[in-house]
Protein backbone atom coordinates (compact mmCIF):
# COMPACT_ATOMS: atom_id res chain seq x y z
CA UNK A 1 0.00 0.00 0.00
CA UNK A 2 1.40 2.97 -1.26
CA UNK A 3 1.48 6.51 0.51
CA UNK A 4 -0.66 9.15 0.08
CA UNK A 5 0.01 11.32 -2.81
CA UNK A 6 -0.20 14.86 -1.16
CA UNK A 7 2.86 13.63 0.88
CA UNK A 8 5.26 14.61 -1.86
CA UNK A 9 3.45 17.63 -3.43
CA UNK A 10 5.52 20.45 -3.88
CA UNK A 11 4.00 22.69 -1.43
CA UNK A 12 3.98 19.89 1.17
CA UNK A 13 7.60 19.27 0.84
CA UNK A 14 8.18 23.21 1.52
CA UNK A 15 6.39 23.26 4.39
CA UNK A 16 7.95 19.98 5.76
CA UNK A 17 11.02 21.55 5.71
CA UNK A 18 10.05 24.67 6.68
CA UNK A 19 8.04 23.29 9.78
CA UNK A 20 11.07 20.75 10.66
CA UNK A 21 13.75 23.85 10.97
CA UNK A 22 11.87 25.54 13.03
CA UNK A 23 10.65 23.23 15.44
CA UNK A 24 14.64 21.80 15.33
CA UNK A 25 15.25 25.48 16.14
CA UNK A 26 13.34 26.04 19.32
CA UNK A 27 13.89 22.43 20.29
CA UNK A 28 17.88 23.06 20.11
CA UNK A 29 17.66 26.24 21.85
CA UNK A 30 14.82 25.17 24.78
CA UNK A 31 16.46 21.75 25.61
CA UNK A 32 20.28 22.14 24.82
CA UNK A 33 20.33 18.34 23.39
CA UNK A 34 23.30 17.36 21.28
CA UNK A 35 25.63 18.63 23.95
CA UNK A 36 24.65 21.76 22.23
CA UNK A 37 24.91 23.80 25.59
CA UNK A 38 29.09 23.46 25.47
CA UNK A 39 29.07 24.32 21.71
CA UNK A 40 30.04 27.87 22.48
CA UNK A 41 30.76 29.74 25.71
CA UNK A 42 28.75 32.54 24.51
CA UNK A 43 25.46 34.66 25.34
CA UNK A 44 21.83 33.20 24.53
CA UNK A 45 21.34 35.21 21.96
CA UNK A 46 24.43 34.44 20.19
CA UNK A 47 24.12 30.66 20.50
CA UNK A 48 21.09 31.45 19.28
CA UNK A 49 21.99 32.74 15.85
CA UNK A 50 25.52 29.69 16.01
CA UNK A 51 23.14 26.76 16.40
CA UNK A 52 20.14 28.55 13.76
CA UNK A 53 23.46 27.92 11.18
CA UNK A 54 24.34 24.55 12.56
CA UNK A 55 20.29 23.56 12.45
CA UNK A 56 19.75 24.85 8.83
CA UNK A 57 23.09 23.38 7.78
CA UNK A 58 21.41 19.39 9.42
CA UNK A 59 18.33 20.23 7.88
CA UNK A 60 20.25 19.87 4.59
CA UNK A 61 19.83 16.44 4.92
CA UNK A 62 16.34 16.24 5.16
CA UNK A 63 16.55 19.13 1.87
CA UNK A 64 18.22 16.62 -0.10
CA UNK A 65 16.39 13.62 1.02
CA UNK A 66 12.61 15.40 0.08
CA UNK A 67 13.99 16.21 -3.41
CA UNK A 68 15.33 12.74 -3.78
CA UNK A 69 12.15 11.18 -2.39
CA UNK A 70 9.72 14.08 -5.40
CA UNK A 71 11.96 12.55 -8.13
CA UNK A 72 12.13 9.72 -7.52
CA UNK A 73 7.68 9.43 -6.75
CA UNK A 74 7.84 10.23 -10.22
CA UNK A 75 8.38 6.97 -11.61
CA UNK A 76 8.09 4.53 -8.75
CA UNK A 77 5.51 3.94 -6.21
CA UNK A 78 6.50 4.64 -2.57
CA UNK A 79 5.10 1.99 0.03
CA UNK A 80 4.29 2.94 3.66
CA UNK A 81 7.59 0.55 4.38
CA UNK A 82 9.38 2.06 2.11
CA UNK A 83 8.79 5.74 3.14
CA UNK A 84 9.46 4.04 6.41
CA UNK A 85 13.19 3.03 5.73
CA UNK A 86 13.21 6.40 4.02
CA UNK A 87 12.99 8.41 7.34
CA UNK A 88 15.24 6.46 9.40
CA UNK A 89 17.94 7.16 6.53
CA UNK A 90 16.97 10.73 7.02
CA UNK A 91 17.39 10.19 11.08
CA UNK A 92 20.13 8.00 10.64
CA UNK A 93 22.23 10.87 8.10
CA UNK A 94 21.63 13.85 10.54
CA UNK A 95 22.55 11.81 13.96
CA UNK A 96 25.93 11.60 12.19
CA UNK A 97 26.08 15.11 10.93
CA UNK A 98 25.23 16.26 14.65
CA UNK A 99 27.89 13.81 15.94
CA UNK A 100 30.52 14.52 13.14
CA UNK A 101 30.17 18.00 14.57
CA UNK A 102 29.79 17.52 18.22
CA UNK A 103 33.23 15.51 18.19
CA UNK A 104 34.80 18.58 16.66
CA UNK A 105 34.38 20.51 19.56
CA UNK A 106 35.24 18.27 21.89
CA UNK A 107 37.28 15.72 20.74
CA UNK A 108 37.60 14.02 24.70
CA UNK A 109 34.31 12.66 24.35
CA UNK A 110 32.99 9.03 23.17
CA UNK A 111 31.91 8.36 19.82
CA UNK A 112 29.13 6.02 20.71
CA UNK A 113 27.83 8.01 23.45
CA UNK A 114 27.65 10.85 21.81
CA UNK A 115 25.77 9.07 18.18
CA UNK A 116 23.21 7.14 20.69
CA UNK A 117 22.21 10.43 22.33
CA UNK A 118 22.39 12.38 18.20
CA UNK A 119 19.73 9.46 17.34
CA UNK A 120 18.17 9.69 20.20
CA UNK A 121 17.03 13.33 19.92
CA UNK A 122 17.50 13.71 16.05
CA UNK A 123 14.26 11.04 16.34
CA UNK A 124 12.25 13.92 18.03
CA UNK A 125 13.40 16.33 15.78
CA UNK A 126 12.36 14.80 13.09
CA UNK A 127 9.17 12.14 13.73
CA UNK A 128 7.58 14.99 16.01
CA UNK A 129 6.98 17.54 13.17
CA UNK A 130 6.52 14.44 10.42
CA UNK A 131 3.68 12.94 12.39
CA UNK A 132 2.36 16.49 12.99
CA UNK A 133 2.30 17.52 9.24
CA UNK A 134 1.19 14.24 8.18
CA UNK A 135 -2.38 14.38 10.17
CA UNK A 136 -2.11 18.01 8.80
CA UNK A 137 -1.56 17.20 5.41
CA UNK A 138 -4.21 14.45 5.77
CA UNK A 139 -7.18 16.99 6.94
CA UNK A 140 -6.57 19.68 4.34
CA UNK A 141 -6.82 17.29 1.94
CA UNK A 142 -10.16 16.13 2.97
CA UNK A 143 -10.96 19.77 3.69
CA UNK A 144 -10.28 20.37 -0.64
CA UNK A 145 -12.10 17.15 -1.39
CA UNK A 146 -14.85 17.87 0.59
CA UNK A 147 -15.63 21.41 -0.60
CA UNK A 148 -16.04 19.58 -4.17
CA UNK A 149 -18.18 17.16 -3.54
CA UNK A 150 -20.02 19.76 -1.42
CA UNK A 151 -20.48 22.51 -4.30
CA UNK A 152 -23.21 21.82 -6.15
CA UNK A 153 -22.31 24.02 -9.60
CA UNK A 154 -19.28 21.69 -9.81
CA UNK A 155 -21.77 18.60 -9.48
CA UNK A 156 -23.53 19.55 -11.90
CA UNK A 157 -20.37 20.56 -14.72
CA UNK A 158 -20.52 16.27 -14.42
CA UNK A 159 -22.26 14.74 -17.64
CA UNK A 160 -23.39 11.07 -18.42
CA UNK A 161 -20.68 8.87 -19.59
CA UNK A 162 -18.07 11.50 -18.61
CA UNK A 163 -14.57 11.38 -17.66
CA UNK A 164 -13.76 14.57 -14.80
CA UNK A 165 -10.67 16.36 -14.81
CA UNK A 166 -9.80 17.97 -11.46
CA UNK A 167 -6.66 19.97 -10.75
CA UNK A 168 -3.85 19.24 -8.01
CA UNK A 169 -6.14 20.53 -5.35
CA UNK A 170 -9.19 18.35 -6.41
CA UNK A 171 -11.13 20.95 -7.88
CA UNK A 172 -13.37 19.63 -11.21
CA UNK A 173 -12.14 21.82 -14.03
CA UNK A 174 -12.89 19.84 -17.47
CA UNK A 175 -15.70 17.01 -17.74
CA UNK A 176 -15.49 15.75 -21.46
CA UNK A 177 -16.77 12.39 -22.94
CA UNK A 178 -14.59 9.21 -22.61
CA UNK A 179 -15.07 8.70 -26.41
CA UNK A 180 -13.67 12.45 -27.06
CA UNK A 181 -10.28 12.03 -24.96
CA UNK A 182 -7.20 11.24 -26.99
CA UNK A 183 -4.51 11.68 -24.98
CA UNK A 184 -3.02 13.11 -21.54
CA UNK A 185 0.27 15.08 -22.46
CA UNK A 186 2.89 15.89 -18.64
CA UNK A 187 4.18 19.21 -19.16
CA UNK A 188 5.83 19.71 -15.86
CA UNK A 189 3.23 20.98 -13.15
CA UNK A 190 0.86 20.54 -15.57
CA UNK A 191 -1.08 18.05 -18.02
CA UNK A 192 -2.27 18.75 -21.54
CA UNK A 193 -5.43 17.22 -22.52
CA UNK A 194 -6.03 16.69 -26.09
CA UNK A 195 -9.01 15.96 -26.76
CA UNK A 196 -11.48 16.18 -30.16
CA UNK A 197 -14.97 18.55 -30.42
CA UNK A 198 -16.65 17.58 -34.16
CA UNK A 199 -13.95 15.94 -35.21
CA UNK A 200 -11.35 19.23 -34.46
CA UNK A 201 -8.33 18.92 -32.11
CA UNK A 202 -8.68 20.92 -28.98
CA UNK A 203 -6.56 20.74 -26.09
CA UNK A 204 -6.75 21.78 -22.19
CA UNK A 205 -4.13 22.86 -19.40
CA UNK A 206 -4.98 21.22 -16.22
CA UNK A 207 -2.46 21.99 -12.70
CA UNK A 208 -1.69 17.96 -11.85
CA UNK A 209 0.84 15.37 -12.27
CA UNK A 210 0.64 12.89 -14.57
CA UNK A 211 0.71 10.13 -11.93
CA UNK A 212 -2.26 11.60 -10.27
CA UNK A 213 -4.57 11.17 -13.30
CA UNK A 214 -3.02 7.51 -13.76
CA UNK A 215 -4.60 6.66 -10.40
CA UNK A 216 -7.92 8.36 -11.22
CA UNK A 217 -8.29 6.91 -14.77
CA UNK A 218 -7.19 3.73 -13.71
CA UNK A 219 -10.39 1.70 -14.32
CA UNK A 220 -10.61 3.49 -17.50
CA UNK A 221 -9.35 2.62 -21.08
CA UNK A 222 -6.83 5.45 -20.57
CA UNK A 223 -3.47 3.97 -19.58
CA UNK A 224 0.10 4.97 -19.54
CA UNK A 225 2.17 4.55 -22.61
CA UNK A 226 5.46 6.64 -21.76
CA UNK A 227 6.20 8.51 -18.90
CA UNK A 228 5.19 11.85 -20.35
CA UNK A 229 1.80 10.20 -21.83
CA UNK A 230 -1.02 8.63 -20.95
CA UNK A 231 -3.03 7.39 -23.83
CA UNK A 232 -6.94 6.50 -24.39
CA UNK A 233 -7.24 3.28 -25.83
CA UNK A 234 -10.60 3.50 -27.22
CA UNK A 235 -9.01 6.12 -29.95
CA UNK A 236 -5.93 3.91 -30.83
CA UNK A 237 -6.39 3.43 -34.60
CA UNK A 238 -3.23 1.66 -34.97
CA UNK A 239 -0.15 0.35 -32.87
CA UNK A 240 2.82 -0.19 -35.28
CA UNK A 241 6.75 -0.95 -35.22
CA UNK A 242 9.24 1.10 -36.49
CA UNK A 243 13.31 0.69 -35.98
CA UNK A 244 13.43 2.73 -32.83
CA UNK A 245 10.41 0.90 -30.97
CA UNK A 246 6.58 1.52 -31.43
CA UNK A 247 3.84 4.11 -31.99
CA UNK A 248 0.59 4.25 -31.71
CA UNK A 249 -1.41 5.82 -34.53
CA UNK A 250 -4.75 7.86 -33.08
CA UNK A 251 -7.90 7.89 -35.20
CA UNK A 252 -8.20 11.37 -35.13
CA UNK A 253 -6.76 13.48 -37.85
CA UNK A 254 -3.82 15.70 -37.84
CA UNK A 255 -2.93 13.96 -34.36
CA UNK A 256 0.76 12.84 -33.27
CA UNK A 257 1.82 9.65 -32.88
CA UNK A 258 2.76 8.62 -29.58
CA UNK A 259 5.76 6.46 -28.70
CA UNK A 260 5.33 3.40 -26.03
CA UNK A 261 8.21 2.92 -23.85
CA UNK A 262 9.00 -0.41 -23.35
CA UNK A 263 8.66 -1.04 -19.75
CA UNK A 264 4.74 -0.26 -21.21
CA UNK A 265 4.99 -2.02 -24.25
CA UNK A 266 3.11 -4.99 -23.35
CA UNK A 267 0.62 -3.26 -20.78
CA UNK A 268 -0.60 -1.53 -23.60
CA UNK A 269 -0.32 -3.80 -26.12
CA UNK A 270 -2.35 -6.68 -23.67
CA UNK A 271 -4.97 -3.64 -23.15
CA UNK A 272 -5.53 -2.76 -26.39
CA UNK A 273 -5.75 -6.54 -28.10
CA UNK A 274 -8.29 -7.27 -25.35
CA UNK A 275 -10.44 -4.24 -25.92
CA UNK A 276 -10.22 -4.77 -29.95
CA UNK A 277 -10.89 -8.65 -28.83
CA UNK A 278 -14.13 -7.24 -26.97
CA UNK A 279 -15.35 -4.82 -29.76
CA UNK A 280 -15.22 -7.96 -32.91
CA UNK A 281 -17.70 -9.51 -30.25
Same mark, same amino acid.
Given at each position: ?? +??????????? *????? &??????????????????????????? /?????????????????????? +? /???????????????? +???????? @??????????????????? /??? &?????????? *????????????????????? !?? #????????????????????????????????? @?????????? *?? #????????????????? @??????????? /????????? !? #??????? #?????????????????????????????? *????????? &?????
Amino acid at each position: MQ +IPEYINKKKNI *VRLVG &FTALFALVFINIYKPFSSSGWYKVSEF /MFFVYSSIIILTGVLVVVISRL +I /MYFYSKRHKISYLKYG +IWVFIEIF @LMSCFYTFYTLLLNTDRDI /MEI &FEGSLKNTTL *VLLLPYIVLWFYFGWRDSIEK !LA #VIENPDELTFMLPGSIAFTDEKGVLRLSLSGSD @LLYIESSDNY *VW #VHYTVNEKLKRYLLRNT @LKNLEQELENT /MVTRCHRSF !L #VNLERVK #VIRRDKDGLYIELDAPNSNDLPVSKSYQRK *VSEKFLAHS &FKDQK
